[in-house]
């Protein structure tokens, strides 16, 4: 945002101007939601308290009673920050705990993207009594002690109920904990235009459909069911089936052509009973995994849920890795290399085709245990560029990361798809656009979403076995184009 700003000014627009436009916006919000009162604007030393200095005199001019409560040295601010204080011919006061309890309703303009924490003893104590408040809170840009670029919080954050940001959201608004400390956000245009995005080429994305609906594949007049890929999902033994026909259901469901399940000989009864439009093949271990895929047409694998730990799952995961195949390793296929990541991480060096490591956060802690960075979006990036392989590390703000160090935070997953089973339809999901053709990046970041909206369609009481069946809903409302 930083760099959007000094490019709209270098452009002609005055910083005063963007700060007039940016504490409108923050008014509008207000006024929209308090019908009167009075209200608190906390402004802190930067052009964050800039834009509440600029909200206090609208607001006050609309005829709300309002009070700024100034952190630091009125006289010592600087830059856009001093004028837009200027012109504000009310209340001013030292911002203090006691104020914030003889409110209606709390501005925070104290720290914005660029704050650097932690927070002095004097932010966190203005931070805890905003939280103890029953006051609603507005924040400008971010909630004061969320941090921009990664949703972290050092060591507290103000909990507002909504905040207004400009030009394009900031990881911190999507990624959690910031999240949740966040509310309704606002996206503000202030008259930064989109060319300033060419300049800066971001690398940090918002995982919608326009990021990877260009390559989503449809289906073609005239082609045939090998067109569309096949997916292998590898299933585990006899006791533990039922993820790999979750990711195989989903894989089929999502749009491959076919899909079969590769099953040791003693699960191949059991699978078979399970399944209709899903092959079963046996595959026995290692080797007889290799000879199966010896069939150059099984061009995607899912391999890991429900497949065991230990040395037999690390050579399966070779063997689905020595070949020109997209390979999505997910569940014990990660955790298998915890002790040896690097074996896993020369096994994709060497793959004549692409890598999808998929793990939630106690898998990554395992596989990854030498990465350390602040936030989850910087440790997915690291574990991309370490492994060689896209990493999609899940949670409620997914994160899909490539070795080159793009990255899409998803922020439509529902809390019901916390539950066993549904990481296994994620799986397949992924393998299932894989065989289709779909580049890994956009693969996984596309089966993130359906993966969501699709949960969203169930609703509560939502089991993992729900989501498949609200996949086709989903894909149609992304629409087709056949050729």
């Known amino acids: ?174 990624l959690m904990p910031g999240r949740s400390h966040c509310g309704r956000v606002v996206l503000a245009d202030i008259g930064i235009e989109t060319a300033a995005l060419e300049e800066i080429r971001p690398q940090t994305f918002l995982n919608r459909p326009a990021l990877w609906q260009d390559e989503r594949p449809a289906p073609r007049l005239g082609g045939h069911k090998y067109h569309r890929g096949h997916a292998v999902i590898v299933s585990g033994p006899p006791d533990a089936t039922g993820a790999a026909r979750l990711a195989a259901g989903a894989a089929l469901r999502v749009g491959a052509g076919l899909v079969t399940l590769a099953s040791p000989m003693e699960a191949v009864a059991v699978n078979a009973g399970h399944l209709t439009a899903v092959m079963v093949r046996e595959a026995d271990g290692p080797n007889g995994l290799a000879a199966f895929l010896g069939d150059r047409r099984l061009n995607a694998v899912v391999i890991g849920p429900g497949l065991g730990r230990g040395d037999r799952t690390r050579q399966m995961v070779e063997a689905a890795l020595d070949g020109e195949r997209s390979v999505v390793i997910d569940a014990d296929g990660l955790t298998s290399f915890e002790a040896e990541p690097e074996r896993l991480f020369q096994a994709i060096a060497g793959a004549g085709g692409d890598a999808i490591l998929t793990p939630h956060d106690g898998e990554f802690a395992r596989l990854f245990s030498g990465i350390d960075a602040s936030s989850r979006l910087e440790r997915a990036r690291a574990a991309a560029k370490a492994s060689g392989a896209v990493v999609l590390t899940k949670g409620a703000d997914t994160i899909v990361a490539d070795p080159g160090g793009r990255a899409a935070i998803a922020d439509n997953a529902p809390p019901e798809l916390a539950t066993a089973g549904s990481g296994d339809v994620l799986a397949g999901l992924i393998g299932g656009l894989l065989a289709q053709g779909m580049p890994p990046f956009e693969a996984a970041s596309a089966a993130v979403w359906i993966h969501g909206e699709a949960a969203y369609a169930v609703g509560a009481g939502l089991i993992s076995e729900d989501i498949e069946g609200h996949v086709p809903t989903v894909l149609a409302r992304l629409g087709r184009a056949a050729v």
């Not at 840009?141 to 207004?164: H, R, Y």
């Open 1 to 174: 945002m930083a760099e959007a700003d000094r490019l709209t000014i270098a452009g002609g627009t005055p910083g005063i101007v963007l700060m007039e436009r940016a504490g409108r916006a923050v008014a509008d919000v207000v006024a929209d939601a308090w019908a009167g009162g009075p209200v608190l604007v906390l402004a802190g030393p930067g052009n964050n308290g800039g834009d509440g200095w600029v909200a206090a005199r609208l607001l006050r001019e609309a005829g709300f009673r309002v009070t700024v409560g100034v952190l630091g040295d009125r006289a010592a601010l600087h830059g856009d920050a001093a004028p837009a204080a200027s012109r504000f011919d009310g209340v001013v006061v030292e911002a203090r705990p006691q104020l914030v309890g003889e409110t209606g309703m709390i501005v925070d303009g104290l720290f914005g993207a660029g704050v650097r924490l932690p927070l002095d003893e004097r932010a966190v104590a203005l931070v805890e009594a905003i939280n103890r408040s029953a006051a609603p809170v507005v924040a400008i840009d971010l909630p004061s002690g969320v941090e921009g670029g990664g949703g972290t919080l050092d060591p507290v954050a103000v909990k507002a109920d909504a905040t207004v940001t400009f030009f394009r959201l900031k990881p911190g608004h999507v």
